[in-house]
């Protein structure tokens, strides 16, 4: 994997995503798939799987945008940046988010990631890689300590994706979000630096 034009070490911290994400200009190589960051000239394409139902699946919040709402959101100081997982060849499969948590009783920052592939795309192991890149990138990059993600207790996808890359399941949040017409149960995981160990996908930059 080769990451362009990053400074890697920086300690830059991550509140602001738009600042961090700003030194990575062009895509996050994997092996089966690269992540390219979504870009204000992407967002009429975005946006189409956005307000489509079937691509979040049957766990995801349901949420839909306008045009003008999607454009003001990007240029909102940036607490979301969002990739697309692409395949080798540029087609677009899904959406890799992350979210920068606000500060509460943690000393210091922490994110959260979240994804979504397009239906046929499922399945091929996709999501795993892009998630394991974008952990390299995000503990290679910064000085981030923790990084969660939540699942549904009924996606067994998306638990086993978070397995797959050495996230730990921490416990329920019971009734915790509202999607499709009811209050859902989610599990809440985690990856902590001293776990993620090594990159997995991405070359020690050292090297590079
Ligand atoms: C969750 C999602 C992103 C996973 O993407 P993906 O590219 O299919 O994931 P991968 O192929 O890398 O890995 C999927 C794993 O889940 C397993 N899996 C899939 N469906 C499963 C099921 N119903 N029960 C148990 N395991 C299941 C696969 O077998 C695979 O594990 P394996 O490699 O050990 O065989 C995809 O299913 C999706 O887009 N779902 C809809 C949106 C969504 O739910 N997003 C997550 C919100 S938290």
Known sequence: MVIHQTSYRSGIGLCDLSQHFALLAELLEGKSVDLKIVEKEDLPYELEWFNDLDFWGQYERIEQASK???????????????????????????????????????????????????????????????????????????TVFRIQAHADVRNKASQRVLEKTGFQKEGTIRKGYFAR????????????????????????????
């Open 68 to 142: 003008a709402e999607f454009e003001k959101d990007f240029e909102k100081p940036h607490r979301v940046k969002d990739f697309f997982i692409q395949k080798k060849d540029g087609t677009k499969v899904g959406i890799l988010r992350v979210f920068a948590l606000v500060p509460s009783m943690q000393d210091v920052f922490g994110l959260e990631i979240g994804y979504s592939l397009l239906a046929e795309e499922r399945g091929k192991g996709y999501c795993t890689e892009a998630v394991n890149i974008l952990l390299d990138f995000l503990f290679l990059s910064s």
């Open 181 to 208: 017409g009811e209050r859902r149960d989610s599990f809440i995981y985690s990856i902590l630096r001293d776990e993620w160990k090594e990159p997995r996908i991405l070359e020690d930059p050292s090297q590079l």
